[in-house]
Nanobody, 120 residues
Framework: QVQLVESGGGSVQAGGSLRLSCAAS????????IGWFRQAPGKEREGVAQ????????DYVARMKGRFTISQDNAKDTVYLQMNGLKPEDTAMYYC?????????????WGQGTQVTVSS
């Protein structure tokens, strides 16, 4: 099992930036993907971006590509989500998850989340 701890959330004005961190510990060899997800009040959880441990392949939800950048530091077992040009609609609880899979990822470990609030 992998333990995940998110940090870096906060309150910013529209147009601002935040960098979220997801630190992994435990059986870090058990996953080959780390993903960021978010959930706004009253809405379903949605994917944001994901990155593979090997090869550093990245995938983004189309409307976030260009504003959000996912990256990783394998030496620290930490994945980052750089968010620029934040909009009020980006307000949500952001979660990272670890998963394994090839064509379909089984997200089986989740962090507790970090709150991002963007004011207009």
């Amino acid at each position: 099992q992998v333990q995940l701890v998110e940090s870096g959330g906060g309150s910013v004005q529209a147009g601002g930036s935040l960098r979220l961190s997801c630190a992994a510990s435990g059986n870090t060899a058990s996953y080959n993907w780390i993903g960021w997800f978010r959930q706004a009040p009253g809405k379903e959880r949605e994917g944001v971006a994901q990155i593979s441990r090997v090869g550093r392949r990245t995938d983004y939800v189309a409307r976030m590509k260009g504003r959000f950048t996912i990256s990783q530091d394998n030496a620290k077992d930490t994945v980052y989500l750089q968010m620029n040009g934040l909009k009020p609609e980006d307000t949500a609880m952001y979660y990272c998850a670890a998963g394994a899979g090839v064509s379909v990822v089984d997200w089986n470990s989740w962090g507790q989340g970090t709150q991002v609030t963007v004011s207009s």
